[in-house]
């Protein structure tokens, strides 16, 4: 089946916020709001879930919410791929970050952020199947979709700056 004009622009929509996502993610998880390198002295991996001396509400909320855009744009970009596809994307797109941060010393291999942000995965394609439940038009829901998602990139960005230029009440580690 082909795809029309109008499917394919959404999809290229969808792709570059997709994009712009993952830059901010990786700035978020890889660089922790900066530029620092060699940001620990040592290495460390947390193999136990949730065993890391203390348990945050909002740190573990943050690293599901995080992730719920992926689920999302997955949901949309992989709309013929199955839940298994999809679970296996989230899980080694998160693999990839935690791995990452051990590798180049920016943070901890933690199991905790490897299942939340998996759980945040699943809870954005979780959302958009049920969004496109209610619009029956699969075009239609995208292009609902890329709006938000518009709107919700620039309130991301913007809520980053304030955080990195710490003026917000709270901190990111």
């Known amino acids: 089946m082909r795809m029309g004009k109008d499917e394919n622009s959404a999809d290229r929509l969808t792709q570059t ?3 712009i996502y993952l830059i901010v993610l990786g700035w978020i998880i890889l660089l922790k709001l900066g530029v620092q390198f060699s940001y620990l002295e ?17 740190e573990t909320a ?10 999302i744009y997955a949901g949309i970009l992989f709309r013929k791929r199955t839940f298994g596809f999809n679970l296996l994307f989230f899980f080694l797109t998160s693999l ?3 791995g990452l941060q051990y590798v180049f010393k920016f943070g901890t291999f933690d199991i905790t952020d ?5 759980t945040g ?7 958009i199947l049920a969004f496109q439940k209610f619009i029956i038009d699969p075009l239609k829901a995208q292009k609902y ?22 003026l917000l009440p709270i901190r990111y580690q």
Do not use: C, D, H, Q
């Open 96 to 98: 990839m970050l935690e």
């Open 42 to 58: 040592e290495r460390k991996i947390n193999l136990i879930p949730f065993a890391n001396g203390y348990y945050s509400i909002m």
């Open 145 to 166: 979709i890329n709006i938000i998602a518009a709107i919700g990139t620039f309130l991301i960005v913007l809520l980053l700056v304030l955080l990195k230029l710490n």
């Open 121 to 127: 995965g699943i809870i954005g394609y979780l959302l």
């Open 17 to 19: 916020l997709l994009l």
């Open 62 to 71: 943050l690293n599901v919410v995080i992730f719920i855009p992926l689920g």
């Open 114 to 118: 490897l299942l939340t942000n998996t």
